[in-house]
């Protein structure tokens, strides 16, 4: 049996430069999904809640490090569920909301020039921009749900320090920007509108 690579988790992300950050994006390489498709075989008895928490079974799985791993075989069907996927089995897994949560973000720049990173729960470094749109929707009760896709369908939800600390951006851009909150990320503007 060979060892499997473990996966680290990321130093504190405020203190990394832009340099930094490209390096462990491209670094990061994940298992191409996308391309396995064997037979469905079963219910992995799996399920991640809205805030972010894997279960199985019932409990919680407590090692950060198998999360990160089972978050790399995670991919949304066409129909709109989840599995986890393997080259050689498929195995459903139940998904609250979103099955990421963006939990640190960090930006650098300012206006058009600003690039906006974030940590998932997962410790993954998205890059808010034409890769990694993020979109700010309003729920039934007219509060704001924003998200950020990751890959292949899957989106993390922001959780509230850092949705408050985008907004804060949003509402000082806005001022630039004929009065509609919104940011500048990787040469894209996001609004905070529907």
């Not at 060892?3 to 930094?20: R, V, Y």
């Not at 199985?56 to 995670?74: E, N």
């Not at 890059?127 to 749109?133: E, F, K, L």
Request: with cysteine; proline share 9%; hydrophobic share 40%.
């Amino acid at each position: 049996m060979t060892a499997q690579p473990i996966i680290e988790p990321l130093p504190d992300l405020g203190a990394l430069d832009l340099a930094t950050i490209a390096r462990l994006v491209a670094e990061r390489r994940l298992p191409p999904v996308e391309k396995w498709n064997p037979s469905y075989c079963g219910d992995s008895e799996m399920r991640i809640a809205a805030d972010g928490t894997w279960y199985h079974q019932g409990s919680p799985i407590g090692r950060p490090a198998m999360v990160r791993l089972f978050s790399t075989v995670l991919r949304r069907e066409p129909d709109g569920s989840h599995v986890l996927v393997t080259p050689v089995e498929k195995l459903s897994i139940a998904v609250d909301d979103a099955p990421f949560l963006a939990v640190e973000a960090t930006s650098h720049g300012e206006g058009r020039t600003r690039t906006i990173v974030l940590r998932l729960n997962t410790d993954e470094l998205i890059v808010i921009g034409p890769d990694h749109p993020l979109r700010v929707e309003s729920a039934a009760d007219g509060s704001p749900r924003p998200a950020v896709m990751v890959r292949g369908g899957l989106e993390a939800r922001l959780n509230r320090p850092v949705f408050y600390q985008l907004a804060e951006i949003a509402l000082a851009e806005a001022e630039q920007h004929d009065g509609t909150p919104g940011l500048w990320s990787g040469g894209m503007w996001f609004a905070f509108t529907d």
